[in-house]
């Protein structure tokens, strides 16, 4: 099972900005579909965004619709998560994983690759 490599994270102060980025040889193949899973201290990850395979379909919770953006650079086999006006509550060690995706729900995932934590605090 392809396992993916998150990068991109760091300290910010509330309302500023970040871009995760998810890279695997192959995911821009068309042929996997991406999820983002931030797992904040002493929970479990957390499905937020995911891009189906084709990238004409995305998925968000309510808890970041209008603020996180999902995409992918096929030509890069990388994903993002352009992630805007943050809150200390977005703060986790954000994973990404291939798991089913067809715009209206994500599907899980357990296997974890290498994750970038994003801390957002004054």
């Known amino acids: 099972q392809v396992q993916l490599v998150a990068s991109g994270g760091g300290w910010v102060q509330p309302g500023d900005s970040l871009r995760p980025a998810c890279s695997a040889p192959?995911?821009?193949?068309?042929?996997?579909?991406v999820g983002w899973f931030p797992q904040a201290p002493g929970k479990e990850h957390l499905g937020v965004s995911c891009?189906?395979?084709?990238?004409?379909?995305?998925y968000y919770t309510d808890s970041v619709t209008g603020r996180f953006t999902i995409s992918r650079d096929a030509a890069k086999n990388t994903v993002f998560l352009q992630m805007n006006n943050l809150k200390p509550e977005d703060t986790a060690v954000y994973y990404c994983?291939?798991?089913?995706?067809?715009?209206?729900?994500?599907?899980?995932?357990?296997?974890w690759g290498q994750g970038t934590q994003v801390t957002v605090s004054s």
């Open positions: 192959g995911l821009g193949s068309g042929y996997y579909a």
């Open positions: 994983a291939v798991v089913p995706c067809d715009g209206e729900a994500m599907g899980d995932s357990r296997n």
């Open positions: 891009i189906n395979s084709s990238s004409r379909l995305t």
